[in-house]
Structure formats: C-alpha cells, structure tokens
T-cell receptor
Framework: DADVTQTPRNRITKTGKRIMLECSQT?????MYWYRQDPGLGLRLIYY???????NKGEISDGYSVSRQAQAKFSLSLESAIPNQTALYFC?????????????FGPGTRLTVL | AQSVAQPEDQVNVAEGNPLTVKCTYS??????LFWYVQYPNRGLQFLLK??????LVKGSYGFEAEFNKSQTSFHLKKPSALVSDSALYFC????????????FGSGTRLQVQP
C-alpha cells in the first residue's frame, strides 16, 4: 500500500461548488503539506501543518481552507470553486529527519472546475 | 525569499549519452537542495538531496547531482541516459524559515530518444 494516499484521484466540478480533497498517510509523519501544480509554474505551497493544532498558510492560500483531523489526515477544501483552481493538487508529508525535511508525495488529485 | 530556477523547459538526449538538467537556487543560510522526478500520472518521487559534505551527491536510478556553492547551482546528471528516464524533473530548495516547506523550480521535461 502507498504511504501517502489522496482521494479522489480525479474530480470535475462546477463553479461555485464546494469540494474537499483528502490526504492520508501511514508514514507516521507530523508535518503535512498541500501544493498545487500548474504547467510551467512548478509546485506552489497552499497550506501546511506541523501537527493537529498547527495550521499555517502558504503562498497561495486564498480560496482554500484545510482541516487536520488527525495526525494521519489532512484535507483541503475549496469553499466555492472557480475555474482558475483547475490544477493538479499534491499532498506531501515529512518526518523526523529534522535537518533534511525530505518530503514524500501522494499521487495527486487532478481537479477541473468548469 | 528563496527561489529556484530551471532554465530549460525541455532537454533532449539520445539514449546512452550523458544528461544534465540544470538548476540554480537562491536561499538565505545553508542550502538544502532536492531533486524530484514526476512520471506521467504519478506523484513526485524523491531522487536525491544535498545537505552538507561532498559536493557530488548520488541518488536513485543512477542519478547524481553536483552542488556548486560559488555558482549557486545544483545540476542533475546521469552518465548514460535511458529511455525510461523520460519524465518531468523538479529541483527544490527548503526554506530556512519555520515553514521548512519546499520551493520548487518550474520543472524540466527530459526526453530520451532511442
């Protein structure tokens, strides 16, 4: 089984709809991240969490919210989806390698907002 | 703020030839540098990292990277390319603020021709 899983893998929705993307991990890591990938822009940080009670905004948090339900689960919500949120979304985790912070990525969720 | 530049959108190389994918970075403090690879419809896979020590870092699948502090570069290399190496490659630098998130370059598509 994969260490970092994301559901759904693909989603098509309409403008104005609320949508939630879920991430689960079995690596036992405390730190979890949400990124979005757009062609030619690489990955950009949306939100990150260092533990259940610690949630922080990244560079592009507007229009998104997150919930850390447990150490292993970190969800990303789009309260009212808009077309420019069409992207590939990745969850990542990192653990107690304190000096290196190697991040491990899920397979991604491809979101299309019509 | 930290940044990463990957000056080539695409690199083409013949199978069996050496390959180089370029990356330059900017960060305050000690650089922690990473290379990730993304195969079609897959998440990002960790290839290698530089923390400190030897400037030549060896990673997965025969890849290595050369850290050059004076040129602020961290180029990815492989002595003999395989067709299966064709993928999207991302260079990243860890920020040295409390976030410890990764800042990614825009990615370089490597195409290895048979």
């Amino acid at each position: 089984d994969a260490d970092v899983t994301q559901t759904p893998r693909n989603r098509i929705t309409k403008t104005g709809k609320r949508i939630m993307l879920e991430c689960s991990q079995t690596k036992g890591h405390d730190r979890m991240y949400w990124y979005r990938q757009d062609p030619g822009l690489g990955l950009r940080l949306i939100y990150y969490s260092f533990d259940v009670k610690d949630i922080n905004k990244g560079e592009i948090s507007d229009g998104y919210s997150v919930s850390r339900q447990a150490q292993a689960k970190f969800s990303l919500s789009l309260e009212s989806a808009i077309p420019n949120q069409t992207a590939l979304y990745f969850c990542a985790t990192s653990g107690p390698e304190a000096l290196t912070d190697t991040q491990y990525f899920g397979p991604g969720t491809r979101l299309t907002v019509l | 703020a930290q940044s990463v530049a990957q000056p080539e959108d695409q690199v083409n190389v013949a199978e069996g030839n050496p390959l180089t994918v370029k990356c330059t970075y900017s960060v305050s403090g000690n650089p922690y540098l990473f290379w990730y690879v993304q195969y079609p419809n897959r998440g990002l896979q960790f290839l290698l990292k530089y923390i400190t020590g030897d400037n030549l870092v060896k990673g997965s699948y025969g890849f290595e990277a050369e850290f050059n502090k004076s040129q602020t570069s961290f180029h990815l290399k492989k002595p003999s390319a395989l067709v299966s190496d064709s993928a999207l490659y991302f260079c990243a630098v860890r920020d040295n603020t409390g976030r410890r998130a990764l800042t990614f370059g825009s990615g370089t598509r490597l195409q290895v021709q048979p």
